[in-house]
Antibody, heavy 122, light 108 residues
Framework: EVQLLESGGDLVQPGGSLRLSCAAS????????MSWVRQAPGKGLEWVSS????????GYGDSVKGRFTISRDNPKNTLYLQMNSLRAEDTALYYC???????????????WGQGTLVTVFS | EVVLTQSPATLSLSPGERATLSCRAS??????LAWYQQKPGQPPRLLIY???NRATGIPARFSGSGSGTDFTLTISSLEPEDFAVYYC??????????FGGGTKVEVK
């Protein structure tokens, strides 16, 4: 079955760190650019970060630039998001998402995980 | 940053009616716009990419149109399962990729 499964969400205090993971299965993971998109409770979608096939090319939203780092391990079919210096406004459900066309940078998303919840509280 | 403005915020319709959702971009994005559907407790689902191409498995009652700055998602005849929130997303100028604020289609 083609799927993405996120993990690593937790309760954390402001200033803390978390690493999210997204395990891919059922498709050739190394052929797809990947992204993280988040959704604060009751709010809309916000793009967080994207990474190319080999991990050399990355992009970040302004709200997370310098604090979050996206990476991937192709042999393990896993996407990561290292989150440092967390703030209350980072509280959200974090989705990983697959780019719709293999071997491309066409940034629309045809496969999404169920999300993992990050709560930053003091 | 390309700002996407969706209207209306809420659309109250009955099953069988036609739904017309709008997404306006702050600058031309040619046809690089996607539409997603999200139901409560579920991740978004891709409906339309590059303004008018239906994604795999999406029913023909969903159609997308537009180019430049003005885009429309049309649901020709609402089915009970179509009541949800709909988001548009542009991919031509990034980072950042941007989403619209969403339109909720609710039962009248």
């Amino acid at each position: 079955e083609v799927q993405l499964l996120e993990s690593g969400g937790d309760l954390v205090q402001p200033g803390g760190s978390l690493r999210l993971s997204c395990a891919a299965s059922g498709f050739t993971y190394s052929n797809y650019a990947m992204s993280w998109v988040r959704q604060a409770p009751g709010k809309g979608l916000e793009w967080v970060s994207s990474i190319g096939l080999s991990g050399d090319n990355t992009g970040y939203g302004d709200s997370v630039k310098g604090r979050f780092t996206i990476s991937r391990d192709n042999p393990k079919n896993t996407l990561y998001l290292q989150m440092n210096s967390l703030r209350a406004e980072d509280t959200a459900l974090y989705y990983c998402a697959r780019v719709g066309v293999p071997n491309s940078w066409d940034m629309w998303f045809d496969l999404w995980g169920q999300g993992t919840l990050v709560t930053v509280f003091s | 940053e390309v700002v996407l403005t969706q209207s209306p915020a809420t659309l109250s319709l009955s099953p069988g009616e036609r739904a017309t959702l709008s997404c306006r971009a702050s600058q031309s994005i040619t046809n690089y716009l996607a539409w997603y559907q999200q139901k409560p407790g579920q991740p978004p689902r891709l409906l339309i990419y590059d303004a008018s191409n239906r994604a795999t498995g999406i029913p023909a009652r969903f159609s997308g149109s537009g180019s430049g700055t003005d885009f429309t998602l049309t649901i020709s005849s609402l089915e009970p399962e179509d009541f949800a929130v709909y988001y548009c997303q542009q991919r031509v100028f990034w980072p950042p990729l941007t989403f619209g604020g969403g339109t909720k289609v609710e039962v009248k």
